[in-house]
């Protein structure tokens, strides 16, 4: 059976956060021009990127089990 452990979740959505808000404190004007920039951007090209992160993010889990 499968045990879940509510510190692990909670210490990886800190974490999260953490790096989620590094951006808008150390530089906000450069995070508005990026998000700027990614308006232009074509679905099919933020797609991919989201993908990637996404394929990046389960190899990283399987490297740290």
Do not use: C, H
């Not at 808000?21 to 308006?39: D, V």
């Not at 679905?43 to 990046?56: E, F, N, P, S, Y």
Request: hydrophobic share 55%; proline share 5%; aromatic share 8%.
């Amino acid at each position: 059976m499968v045990t879940f452990n509510w510190n692990d979740l909670l210490t990886a959505i800190a974490l999260l956060l953490i790096l989620e808000g590094l951006m808008p404190f150390l530089s906000p004007s450069r995070l508005k021009q990026t998000y700027r920039e990614l308006i232009e951007l074509p679905d099919k090209t933020l797609r991919t990127i989201g993908l990637v992160g996404v394929i990046a993010g389960i190899l990283l889990l399987f490297l740290t089990d």
